[in-house]
């Protein structure tokens, strides 16, 4: 299994990033799915959800603000981020809902004016 993910970037308050994280070597189209991120000297934190029938759950800190999204045909999953805050700042991972397979090596969202 591999997961990639790719996206991230520097972006000023208010600002919008995509996430993108590939995966590969499973059965993707039945999988449940997640983003979830770590902050320097934070415990990693699910942040969204979607399971094989699109349903999607958000933590709190989230809702309103991000969107996650599947492709099942390029095997991939997606983040929307809007109305970011600085608090968002953090290394976002993918994963299955229920943490499965190994780690990949995320992608750095910076939210600073």
């Known amino acids: 299994v591999q997961l990639v993910e790719s996206g991230g970037g520097l972006v000023q308050p208010g600002g919008s990033l995509r996430l993108s994280c590939a995966a590969s070597?499973?059965?993707?189209?039945?999988?449940?799915m997640a983003w979830y991120r770590q902050a320097p000297g934070n415990q990693r934190e699910l942040v969204a959800a979607?399971?094989?029938?699109?349903?999607?759950n958000y933590a709190d800190s989230v809702k309103g603000r991000f969107t996650i999204s599947r492709d099942n045909a390029k095997n991939t999953v997606y983040l929307q981020m809007n109305s970011l805050k600085s608090e968002d700042t953090a290394v976002y991972y993918c994963?299955?809902?229920?943490?499965?397979?190994?780690w990949g090596q995320g992608t750095q969202v910076t939210v600073s004016s």
């Open positions: 994963n299955a809902a229920t943490p499965t397979w190994p």
């Open positions: 070597g499973i059965i993707f189209k039945f999988a449940s």
């Open positions: 979607i399971t094989s029938g699109g349903s999607t």
